[in-house]
């Protein structure tokens, strides 16, 4: 596999996705179509999508080949595309838990707090460094976060890059 198909993944995932895959390539093709394998195999691997999100995807990847068939490579990509989303809404999700008046910020106390105190809490140091990235305006302790915007900064982030 080269390496930007399924890097997102772990082995396990990347291993039960190209597993369903297979069961549904019953002649060994190494594709599949889209319409109507693609929903299938999603629903296969405990998606559950309306027929709109089948159709934005549907239409995002036909234009880019146009076979009607897909690959497990991009079947792969399309997996660690849905992982990465829920990464980011279990994220945004977290920092809502902690959004008392739901106005879609935290100060930078309340980010402090959940650093040093939840979870595997952060030293003092990983804690400012945090802190000093969140804080792009550097407001300072009157900052005010929008933690939607500092997910997606995060994301954007390259994986050796430190906060």
Known sequence: MAD?????LTAADRQKYSEAFNIFDKHQQGYLQWRPDFANLWRAIGQNPTEADIRRILDENNAIGGTGHFT??????????????????QLIEAFKTF?????????????????????????????????????????????????????????????GDKV
């Open 4 to 8: 930007d198909e399924g890097d997102g």
């Open 99 to 159: 959004d008392k008046d739901g106005k879609g910020t935290l100060t930078i106390a309340q980010i402090r707090y959940v650093l040093m105190t939840m979870g595997d809490p952060l030293t003092d140091e990983e804690a400012d460094r945090f802190i000093d990235f969140a804080d792009k305006n550097k407001e300072g302790a009157h900052a005010e976060i929008d933690y939607e915007e500092l997910v997606e900064r995060l994301d954007d982030l390259d994986p």
């Open 72 to 89: 497990l490579e991009t079947f792969l990509k399309l997996c660690e595309n849905r992982e990465d989303n829920l990464r980011k809404e």
